[in-house]
């Protein structure tokens, strides 16, 4: 059954540092999702991708965050310089065109010290 | 804005026993409502998305139902097993939107043999 891949599973980071967090969306999937959950908080939504444009962001997606489909297959996400605030898990998600189910990605752990 | 409010949080029930778990909505205008399971430091699950059109989905031991008139969406287990231990999540999206999903803060799910 396809899924959706995100890579690295765990990344650490000190703060100031960029990151790339990678997702690779179920093949035929046509809208991209970035959400993120602090520990112990809601998952919160930070970006919808469609057409290779941002269609919707939230305010916590601002300028120090960025996404990009550089590639047919690959959504990544980028912080340029992490605070300490942004250490969460981070889950990519797609769907189709024509029905609305989102699939999560496993999510990638991200530490920032 | 839309709001999405679960209870209970959590809930400890010996195996066996049928379950409701409860996801309110603020804003009814809604085209979709998702339910998600998320066991510790893992991704999320898709286990039902329910239509607007549509009263019930059911999948297995699991029956989700939408009221929107109400602002209600239940999620009935039956027969639960030590295997259905996890957070369960509702998801509702923005009000006249396909995108952005507003996330309950989950019901925690222990389930004893």
């Known amino acids: 059954e396809p899924e959706v891949t995100q890579t690295p599973s765990h990344q650490v980071t000190q703060m100031g540092q960029e990151v790339i967090l990678r997702c690779v969306p179920i093949?035929?999937?046509?809208?991209f999702y970035w959400y993120r959950q602090i520990l112990g908080q809601k998952v919160e939504f930070l970006v919808s991708f469609y057409n290779n444009e941002i269609s919707e962001k939230s305010e916590i997606f601002d300028d120090q965050f960025s996404v990009e489909r550089p590639d047919g297959s690959n959504f990544t996400l980028k912080i340029r310089s992490t605070k300490l605030e942004d250490s969460a898990m981070y889950f990519c998600?797609?769907?189709?065109?024509?029905?609305?189910?989102?699939?999560f990605g496993p999510g990638t752990r991200l530490t920032v010290t | 804005k839309q709001e999405v409010t679960q209870i209970p949080a959590a809930l400890s029930v010996p195996e066996g026993e049928n379950l409701v778990l409860n996801c309110s909505f603020t804003?009814?205008?809604?085209?979709?409502l998702q339910w998600f399971r998320q066991d510790p430091g893992k991704g999320l699950t898709s286990l039902l998305l329910i239509q607007s059109s549509q009263r019930e989905q059911t999948s297995g031991r699991l029956n989700a139902s939408l009221d929107k008139s109400s602002g209600r969406s239940t999620l009935y287990i039956a027969a639960s097993q030590p295997g259905d231990s996890a957070t369960y999540l509702c998801a509702a999206p923005l009000s006249g939107g396909y995108n952005k999903l507003i996330f309950g803060a989950g019901t925690r799910l222990a389930v004893h043999p």
């Open positions: 998600a797609s769907r189709g065109e024509f029905y609305y189910e989102q699939y």
């Open positions: 093949s035929n999937h046509l809208y």
């Open positions: 804003d009814s205008a809604i085209y979709n």
